[in-house]
C-alpha cells in the first residue's frame, strides 16, 4: 500500500499552545458579548424612551459605547492573544459604570413611571466582564458599584416615591447577580487550577523521562563494569594468565579515563550507530516496519551527542506506539531517516485514521511530553505532527546542528 506523502498533510502544530484557562476566558468574552446585544434588542423601546430624560448627546453616547466596548470584546476572544479579551472586559467594566455616572449630569429632572433607565437591566453583565478581567475582590466591588447606582438612579427618575424600597431592591439586585459573577469566578479559577494540574503533570512525566536516561546510562555503566574491569581483574587474578591481559588492563584503563574526563567514546554516535539506534527502537515496536535512509548528501556532522540520538529514539518509539494504539488495525508505518549537512530529520508516517490535532486534549501526554517535550529540550531539536481526520498521521523530529541552531 502507498503512504501517503507528507506534503498532502494538515499541519497545525505551529499554533500557539492554548490552556484550559485561556479557552474559558475566551468563552466568557463571547457569552458577555452575546448578552450585551440580546439586551440592546430587547431594551430598543426603553432606549428610545431615556432620550426625553436626559440632554441629547448621553443617550447615543451611552450606546455606542457601551455596545460597541461589547462588540470589541467578542472580536478580541478571536485575537492570539488572551491578553486583549482581559483588557477589552476590563474596558467593557469601567464603560458601564461611566456612562452610568454620565447620566446624572445629563438628567433634565424628568420622571417616568416605568422600570427605570435602560442601562439599569444589565449591571450583572457588566459585573461579569469585570471577573474576565480582575481578580474576583475587584469584581465583586463592581458589582457593587454598578447595583448601587443603577437602583438609585432608578428610583430617583420615577414618579412616585419609592425610596423606602431601595434597600430591598439593592440586597435583591445585588444578590441575584452576585450568583452569575461568583459562576463566572469559580469557572474562571478552575480553568486556573487544571493548568496549573497539567503544568505538576509535565513536570512529573519529564521527570520519569529523565529518571529512565539515568537508568539506561546506569546500565550502561553497570556493563562496562562487568565486561571490561571485571572481566580484566578475573584474568589478572589467575597465576597462568595469558599475555594479552596486559593489552586488556591497558585498553580498561583508558576507558576508566574517558569517563572521567569526559571524553569517553560512546557519548557519541556516528552515523551509522545513529542508524542503528533508530532502526532498534523502531524494529522493537514493529518488526515488520519499512526503514528508509536518505545519506546521500555529504554531512557536516561526524558524531551526534548520545544523549540527544536517545531523546530521538525515545520520541520515535512512543511515535510508533501511538500509531499501533490509535491508527487502527490496517494502519502500515514506516520510518524514514534524513541525513543533510546540517540536520537529522526522523519522519514516522502512517496511513491509519488521522486525526484534528487541534482536538487533542491538554491532558494527553504522549504527545505534549513524550515527543514534543523532548525534543524541545535538545538544542536545535523540535517536532512536528500533521494530521487530519482519514488521512494519517506523519511525525517529523528535526535536530539540526549547533552552528545551524544558532543561526
Known amino acids: 500500500m502507498v503512504m501517503p506523502d507528507v506534503d498532502t498533510r494538515v499541519a497545525s502544530d505551529d499554533t500557539a499552545v492554548t490552556t484550559a484557562g485561556d479557552n474559558i476566558r475566551r468563552l ?14 430587547l431594551l430598543i423601546p426603553d432606549i428610545h424612551e431615556a432620550s426625553t430624560l436626559s440632554d441629547w448627546w448621553w443617550n447615543p453616547l451611552a450606546v455606542v459605547t457601551i455596545f ?6 467578542g472580536l478580541s476572544t478571536f485575537h ?47 459585573s461579569l466582564a469585570a ?72 513536570a512529573a512525566a519529564a521527570s520519569a523521562a529523565a529518571a529512565e536516561a539515568k537508568s539506561v546510562e546506569r546500565e550502561r555503566f553497570d556493563a562496562l563494569i562487568h565486561d571490561t574491569v571485571m572481566s580484566t581483574l578475573l584474568s589478572a587474578s589467575r597465576n597462568n594468565s595469558d599475555p594479552t591481559v596486559i593489552e586488556q588492563a591497558r585498553r580498561t584503563v583508558a576507558r576508566l579515563d574517558d569517563l572521567r574526563s569526559g571524553t569517553d ?13 533508530f532502526r532498534s527502537a523502531a524494529s522493537e515496536l514493529d518488526e515488520n516496519i519499512t526503514f528508509d535512509v536518505d545519506n546521500t548528501g555529504p554531512s557536516a556532522v561526524d558524531v551526534y551527542p548520545t544523549d540527544s540520538i536517545r531523546a530521538m529514539s525515545a520520541a520515535l518509539a512512543e511515535a510508533l506506539r501511538n500509531s499501533m494504539k490509535h491508527a487502527g488495525p490496517t494502519a502500515h508505518r514506516r520510518v524514514s531517516v534524513t541525513v543533510t549537512g546540517t540536520q537529522l530529520e526522523v519522519l514516522v508516517a502512517d496511513n491509519g485514521v488521522g ?19 523532548r525534543m524541545r529540550q535538545l538544542e536545535g531539536g523540535s517536532a512536528r505532527v500533521q494530521s487530519a481526520p482519514g488521512r494519517g498521521t506523519t511525525v517529523v523530529l528535526d535536530l539540526k546542528s549547533t552552528a545551524e541552531a544558532h543561526s
Do not use: K
Open 28 to 41: 466568557f468574552g463571547r457569552f458577555i458579548c452575546v448578552g450585551y446585544f440580546l439586551y440592546l434588542i
Open 265 to 277: 567514546h560512546e557519548t557519541n554516535f556516528d552515523i551509522d550507530g545513529v542508524l542503528a539506534q
Open 355 to 373: 486525526f484534528d490535532p487541534t482536538t487533542v486534549s491538554t491532558h494527553r501526554l504522549g504527545i505534549a511530553v513524550s515527543i514534543r517535550g
Open 131 to 202: 471577573a474576565a478581567a480582575w481578580r474576583p475582590t475587584a469584581a465583586f466591588a463592581h458589582l457593587l458599584i454598578a447595583v448601587v447606582i443603577s437602583q438609585l438612579t432608578n428610583h430617583i427618575i420615577r414618579v412616585s416615591p419609592t425610596m423606602h424600597l431601595l434597600v430591598p431592591d439593592l440586597l435583591f439586585a445585588f444578590t441575584f447577580c452576585a450568583v452569575f459573577v461568583a459562576a463566572a469566578v469559580m469557572a474562571l479559577r478552575t480553568g486556573q487550577e487544571l493548568d496549573a494540574t497539567i503544568a505538576r503533570t509535565h
Open 68 to 73: 460597541g466596548a461589547a462588540l470589541a470584546l
Open 80 to 126: 492570539r492573544d488572551v491578553i486583549w479579551v482581559s483588557r477589552m472586559a476590563a474596558v467593557n467594566a469601567i464603560v458601564f459604570i461611566v456612562v452610568e455616572l454620565l447620566w446624572w449630569p445629563a438628567w433634565n429632572g424628568e420622571h417616568i413611571s416605568d422600570y427605570g433607565l435602560w442601562t439599569t437591566n444589565f449591571p450583572g453583565v457588566a
